[in-house]
């Protein structure tokens, strides 16, 4: 009977010993996971500006840790933003969110900017007959203006050919639909959105060659449109490639500093190239 009683005690102990260590590994993950969540670096107001959401996810908060929507449940529903934050993502990638929020104020959320296409704003019709409406942007254009377009286009398509093989594919498919007339900013289908996207294959990139071969890719790009912009424009576009020429040249420079320094020259030339539409 004493025996019996030794051995539950004994049993009891190493029960409990195992418990405990099975709670410690049952939490630990949890501990981790808070990690991964994306941190907020900065915000900025937006004028209020309609978009179409073209696919990913809407999430609860810019910290990316709750998906809220699937925006391909909401093909031709109109969202306006007011506010974007620049993020830094669990990868150590940083990427531009917007905040949206429908017109009937039931769908709500933070979405990646590349996933967006703006709304087409209608105009009046009076034009005179050296001018075409685009068709997309709101704005007229002269028809002269066309070859330059053209020219944008194809060294575009050359540039997204130097890129890193395994990313060259999802930027080839946005040139699917552009055209001329609105070669800027169609609402989705432009050179505006092949940029976009150009930052956020450097940002998902983890091969170190990988990563340079896009960022200087990028760098291309800011070449092919510099000295078209503003003048604060240029002056911001022109440092934004200052330091990723330096990050690329740079012994010391890790993937990381190649990686940022090449997707905040995109996002805001991207940003940049959306205004030629005027």
């Known amino acids: 009977m004493k025996s019996k009683l030794i051995y539950s005690t004994i049993l009891a102990m190493t029960l409990g010993t195992v418990s405990g260590i099975s709670v410690s590994t049952f939490t630990s ?43 391909a449940n909401y093909p031709s529903w109109t969202f306006y933003a007011t506010e974007s934050a620049k993020v830094k993502k ?35 019709n009076n034009t005179n007959n050296n ?41 080839l498919a946005f040139f699917e639909n552009i055209t001329p007339k609105a070669a800027y900013d169609s609402g989705g289908n432009d050179l505006s959105a092949v940029i976009s996207e150009m930052g956020e294959a450097v940002s998902d990139q983890s091969n170190s060659n990988g990563i340079r071969m896009d960022a200087q890719a990028i760098q291309n790009a800011y070449q092919l449109f510099a000295n078209r912009f503003p003048s604060l424009t240029s002056i911001k576009l022109a440092a934004l490639s200052s330091r990723l020429s ?11 500093d190649v990686s940022g320094a090449a997707s905040n020259l995109a996002d805001e030339l991207s940003d940049a190239v959306s205004n030629l539409q005027s």
């Open 29 to 71: 993950p949890n501990a981790l996971a808070k990690t991964k969540l994306a941190r907020v670096i900065s915000y900025k107001k937006l004028s209020k500006t309609p978009y179409n959401v073209n696919k990913g996810y809407l999430y609860t908060n810019p910290r990316l840790n709750k998906k809220a929507h699937r925006a």
């Open 246 to 256: 330096d990050t690329l040249s740079g012994k010391s420079s890790d993937d990381d």
């Open 131 to 171: 001018t075409s409406n685009s068709g997309s942007s709101g704005t007229t254009q002269s028809t002269n203006d066309y070859a330059q377009q053209k020219s944008d286009i194809s060294n575009m398509l050359s540039i997204v050919r130097t890129m890193y093989s395994q990313d060259q594919d999802d930027v």
């Open 90 to 124: 669990a990868n150590g990638k940083e990427a531009t969110y917007y905040y949206l929020k429908s017109g009937n104020n039931k769908v709500k959320g933070w979405i990646w900017k590349g996933n967006l296409s703006k709304v087409v704003v209608s105009t009046n």
